[in-house]
């Protein structure tokens, strides 16, 4: 188990290299911004989860399951035409349909 403290004095600990763990919690806090809107339902429930993940200090993984439903909900939002690249990323890497 590795173990990064950051300026802010919070420490990590997680198996995962830093640069890994950063483009994970870089990617989940941008799961949250773009669900932190919804204050009832899919989208509150995506919100939380990724911000449980990003939060989870001891064994990071920034891994979180998302139901068929969720990502459906995902999907939709690329519909909106002022995501920038980032958000439209994010979403396609958390809407990856499993056969």
């Known amino acids: 188990m590795r173990k990064y403290t950051f300026n ?3 420490v990590v600990t997680t198996k995962l290299s830093s640069k890994e763990m950063v483009k994970r919690m870089d990617r989940l806090d941008t799961l949250r ?3 932190e809107g919804f204050t009832e339902g899919v989208g509150r429930g995506i919100c939380e989860k990724a911000l ?5 200090l001891n064994g990071f993984t920034g891994i979180i399951r998302l139901t068929q439903i969720e990502k459906e909900f995902l999907d939709y ?8 690249e980032e958000e439209i990323e994010t979403i396609k890497f958390y809407t990856k349909f499993e056969d």
């Open 8 to 10: 802010d004095g919070t």
């Open 33 to 35: 911004v773009l669900t």
């Open 52 to 56: 449980r993940a990003y939060n989870k």
């Open 77 to 84: 939002m690329l519909e909106d035409n002022t995501l920038d």
